[in-house]
């Protein structure tokens, strides 16, 4: 089944511990991106990936940060999460961005930082 | 830069029909999508729009004016499964989104 896998569905941290969200995609896309969602902002673009080792920030980059190795996988990382930090975050792939393909997002990882 | 404006939240009845609107400024444009997303989930595609007109799919229909930067999406026959968010997105190099109409709807 064609699917963006994210890991873990929740979690909850402490302010300064590092975490990582794992991404991976089985569709061959070659764009990725990261969104993070709050109430009453929608979703915000944190950084995103047209192709393997070719990534960019988006519209709320700060205290993340991104990899893209290999095709199908893109984590997402906290180096110091803060409570502000706090939100629903997905992932999602688009065949690439000439195209007018539409995005597929994962089924989203709830954090918390206290 | 972006900007993309929809009405927060509407209330409809079910089986009648409820037009979400969405404005934008942006600095690029390829095409405009609607997405629904259900409380907790993953938001997920119901239509594009690349050149003006209206495109429909079933109960749901998707308008586009790129000379006005306006679209709307109709949601016909609504049901109760239809109470969700609705986001419009637009089609530049990264995809920009509005922040979604919360739609509910009432038996």
């Known amino acids: 089944e064609a699917q963006v896998t994210q890991n873990p569905r929740y979690l909850i941290t402490v302010t300064g511990k590092k975490l990582t969200v794992t991404c991976s995609q089985n569709m061959n896309h070659e764009y990725m991106s990261w969104y993070r969602q709050d109430p009453g902002l929608g979703l915000r673009q944190i950084y995103y990936?047209?192709?393997?080792?070719?990534?960019d920030k988006g519209d709320v980059p700060e205290g993340y940060k991104v990899s893209r190795k290999e095709k199908r996988n893109f984590p997402l990382i906290l180096e110091s999460p803060s409570p502000n930090q706090t939100s629903l975050y997905f992932c999602a792939s688009r065949t690439d961005i000439t195209l007018n393909s539409p995005l597929h997002f994962g089924n989203g990882t709830r954090l918390t930082v206290t | 830069g972006q900007n993309i404006d929809q009405p927060t939240e509407m209330t409809a009845t079910e089986g009648a029909i409820v037009q979400i609107n969405c404005t934008y400024q942006t600095s690029g444009f390829n095409g405009l999508f609607w997405y629904q997303q259900h409380a907790g989930e993953a938001p997920t595609f119901l239509s594009y729009n690349v050149l003006d007109g209206l495109e429909e799919k079933g109960r749901f229909s998707s308008f586009l004016s790129r000379s006005k930067g306006y679209s709307y999406l109709l949601l016909k026959e609504l049901q109760m499964k239809d109470s969700a968010s609705y986001l419009c997105a637009v089609n530049d190099y990264k995809l920009s989104f509005g922040a979604g109409t919360t739609v509910t709807v009432r038996a």
């Open positions: 990936s047209m192709n393997v080792e070719v990534t």
